[in-house]
């Protein structure tokens, strides 16, 4: 069975930057990529990012560049994803979730965690 | 970059036959998937490629897409079925994923 587990909950100040990590277990940590989406209080799912776990390439959102890092750790099948110079309009819940290089779907997602920035 | 348009909110009976839809253009030359997130909770991938659905989904949840409009129908409407639901398909120019704006189904 797919699990994907998410580290907890964060508070930062405006400027700081933020780490979540993304545990997976039960397949293959190369059979899917791992993208990243948030979501605002209140508002729609936004993509981030995504990154192939089996060559490493990424590709982000255009809004986001610059700022975030996604990685991964093959050795524990995690996935990371950083981003710098936070704004209180990042404050949002951020969900990992598995790629499928096939269907092009999110497959499976990760409980979610919440970044909070503010002064 | 490639849109796609969702009704905000739906409202159904219990029992009743819920559709919700996706618009963008030419859509029904893309695979669309479908994804339920119940409130305070992850979402959940129900229908992908149009019409399959994942281990776990119940038949009540198809999918149908064509020309310029995907439709996910929820057959037998239960309470638990009340979320936001979201369709997604990949844009190829941008190699990323298009979120649909969601759509609050409210089961009366």
């Known amino acids: 069975q797919v699990h994907l587990v998410q580290s907890g909950a964060e508070e930062k100040k405006p400027g700081a930057s933020v780490k979540v990590s993304c545990k997976a277990s039960?397949?293959?940590?190369?059979?899917?990529?791992i993208s990243w989406v948030r979501q605002a209080p209140g508002q729609g799912l936004e993509w981030m990012g995504w990154?192939?776990?089996?060559?490493?390439?990424?590709n982000y959102a255009q809004n986001l560049r610059g700022r975030v890092t996604t990685t991964t750790d093959t050795s524990t099948s995690t996935a990371y994803m950083e981003l710098r110079s936070l704004r209180s309009d990042d404050t949002a819940v951020y969900y990992c979730?598995?790629?499928?290089?096939?269907?092009?779907?999110?497959?499976?997602w990760g409980q979610g965690t919440l970044v909070t920035v503010s002064s | 970059s490639y849109v796609l348009t969702q009704p905000p909110s739906v409202s159904v009976a219990p029992g009743q036959t819920a559709r919700i839809t996706c618009g963008g253009n030419?859509?029904?030359?893309?695979?669309v998937h479908w994804y339920q997130q119940r409130p305070g909770q992850a979402p959940v991938l129900v229908v992908y490629?149009?019409?399959d659905r994942p281990s776990g989904i119940p038949e009540r949840f198809s999918g149908s897409n064509s020309v310029n409009t995907a439709t996910l129908t929820i057959s037998r409407v239960e309470a638990g079925d009340e979320a936001d639901y979201y369709c997604?398909?990949?844009?190829?120019?941008?190699?990323?994923?298009?979120f649909g704006g969601g759509t609050k189904l409210t089961v009366l």
């Open positions: 979730a598995t790629f499928s290089y096939g269907s092009r779907s999110l497959d499976y």
């Open positions: 030419n859509i029904g030359s893309k695979s």
């Open positions: 490629d149009d019409r």
């Open positions: 997604q398909v990949w844009d190829s120019s941008s190699d990323q994923p298009i």
């Open positions: 990154i192939s776990t089996y060559n490493g390439n990424t």
């Open positions: 039960g397949y293959t940590f190369t059979s899917y990529g």
